[in-house]
T-cell receptor
Framework: AQSVTQLGSHVSVSEGALVLLRCNYS??????LFWYVQYPNQGLQLLLK??????LVKGINGFEAEFKKSETSFHLTKPSAHMSDAAEYFC?????????????FGAGTRLTVKP | NAGVTQTPKFRVLKTGQSMTLLCAQD?????MYWYRQDPGMGLRLIHY???????AKGEVPDGYNVSRLKKQNFLLGLESAAPSQTSVYFC????????????FGAGTRLSVL
């Protein structure tokens, strides 16, 4: 069964600093990988996803993530944090088509941005 | 374009009461999902549907039932609510499975006393 581990339930950075949110997965086959963001009292919105092809994926709001198969990782980064980036971030993994449809989410990382 | 709409937004139940949560999507998506979100546990899949008239169990289905009588609607029922079902419930929909994006509603906050 697949699973997702997000290292660090809380991350705090200063405005303008690098954002790095860590995600590791376990899966018997190369999965699809996602990062979602949740702002207070809202549903989840897709930031970016990896399906096939280029391992460096660019998403909305200046975020990007790199799929590293050898490390089973899909870490999310942003070069310069903005106050509006404060939110909870979820990494998720899903098996390829033909297998069960369960999307598995990590426990989430709450990002705080200090002025 | 409303996307995914959940009703109600908030609800308080007493132990043993029943209720139904409604999810409606206007994107003509085939797949629909119900998740629960609990602190420190991320989202966990309760049930999902791959098309009108079909449903399947997810990771945590016990205590819940679902129905998909119309393509645009996916109902989640609690027949006899328990305090352990206090949570935030999210509905989502997508065109297909695999790498397709799931679109989420704003959530329903349920408290069972």
């Amino acid at each position: 069964a697949q699973s997702v581990t997000q290292l660090g339930s809380h991350v705090s950075v200063s405005e303008g600093a690098l954002v790095l949110l860590r995600c590791n997965y376990s899966s018997s086959v190369p999965p699809y990988l996602f990062w979602y963001v949740q702002y207070p009292n809202q549903g989840l919105q897709l930031l970016l996803k990896y399906t096939t092809g280029a391992t460096l994926v660019k998403g909305i709001n200046g975020f990007e993530a790199e799929f590293k198969k050898s490390e089973t990782s899909f870490h999310l980064t942003k070069p310069s944090a903005h106050m509006s980036d404060a939110a909870e971030y979820f990494c998720a993994v899903r098996p390829p088509e033909g297998m069960n449809n369960d999307m598995r989410f990590g426990a989430g990382t709450r990002l705080t941005v200090k002025p | 374009n409303a996307g995914v709409t959940q009703t109600p937004k908030f609800r308080v139940l007493k132990t043993g009461q029943s209720m139904t949560l409604l999810c409606a999507q206007d994107m003509n998506h085939e797949y629909m999902y119900w998740y629960r979100q609990d602190p420190g546990m991320g989202l966990r899949l309760i049930h999902y549907s791959v098309g009108e008239g079909t449903t399947a169990k997810g990771e945590v289905p016990d205590g819940y039932n679902v129905s998909r009588l119309k393509k645009q609607n996916f109902l989640l029922g609690l027949e006899s609510a328990a305090p352990s079902q206090t949570s935030v419930y999210f509905c989502a929909s997508s065109w297909t499975s695999g790498g397709d994006i799931q679109y989420f509603g704003a959530g329903t906050r349920l408290s069972v006393l």
